[in-house]
């Protein structure tokens, strides 16, 4: 049984054919998946689809693309977010130094307080980091990771913000782009990160594993993150699907994962 532990199925591009896409992840063997806001609607369709399907958890949050929007009003919606059962994680949150659609010093304010507020309600945090390293690194020390700990997302550091990440108590996680054939520095990383401090995951609808580059992400597709990961770290397949499945358990707190649908 795979886990993804990041996907937006929330997303606009699973409007049409969600059920299909669900049932196809089914057939591939991941029996779980961690739907992941970004924004409150999209926060609100992950809760929406986690009280449809059995085997799906939410996480909600605030993108560092949003983080001016960052305030009393929204921190008091996530709040009551936060409430629902199948909320398992506040995220994403964290900082994108790659599109600065949100003024850096708004983004390092909100992940401030944004984990200020999962360590209130004892929720794991995914965190986003993209060309952000040393802020992230920096605000994670000065803040704190919440005691429930969290997720490095879509990893794409190096080894040594890898190892002060796990430090501080986070798992790494890998997407598609560890597949890819120019990855030689993430899959550095992917060898050097222990078994046990690891999730996998598709980020979809985005960022697509080889030999699907380029088309709609789906969550079908995290078996061939865990192929490549095993390949790497010259591990059985069932190995490295056993140990992400049991890593996403123990992080996110998950109930039995149930292999049928309620809708």
Not at 176 to 186: D, E, H, Q, S, V
Not at 200 to 209: F, H, M, Q, R, S
């Amino acid at each position: 049984m795979w886990f993804d532990s990041h996907c937006h199925l929330n997303d606009e591009a699973f409007k049409e054919d969600l059920r299909a896409v669900i049932d196809e992840t089914l057939q591939a063997g991941v029996s779980g998946m961690m739907v992941v806001g970004y924004d409150l609607p999209s926060s609100i369709r992950a809760i929406e689809l986690a009280a449809a399907y059995n085997m799906i958890w939410a996480a909600v949050g605030l993108h560092p693309h949003d983080a001016k929007d960052w305030g009393p009003e929204v921190r008091h919606e996530l709040e009551q977010l936060l409430k629902e059962p199948k909320v398992k994680a506040l995220g994403e949150i964290g900082l994108d130094y790659h599109y600065d659609y949100s003024p850096r010093d708004a983004q390092r304010r909100a992940f401030r307080e944004l984990l200020e507020l999962a360590g209130e309600y004892g929720k794991p945090v995914i965190i986003h980091n993209r060309e952000a390293h040393g802020d992230t690194l920096q605000i994670l020390s000065e803040t704190g990771v919440p005691d429930a700990g969290g997720v490095m997302h879509c990893f794409s550091g190096s080894k040594e913000t890898a190892t002060a990440c796990i430090k501080k108590g986070l798992y790494i996680s890998f997407a598609g782009p560890l597949t890819f054939k120019n990855a030689r520095n993430l899959a550095e990383v992917a060898v050097d990160v222990p078994l046990d401090k690891i999730l996998i995951e598709t980020d979809a609808p985005y960022l697509a594993p080889h030999p699907f580059r380029g088309e709609r992400n789906r969550p079908g597709m995290v078996p061939l993150v865990g192929k490549k990961l095993a390949e790497l770290k010259n591990l059985a397949v069932e190995t490295v699907m056993e140990a992400t499945f049991r890593n996403s358990r123990n992080l996110f707190k998950l109930d039995v994962i149930e292999h049928e649908t309620d809708a």
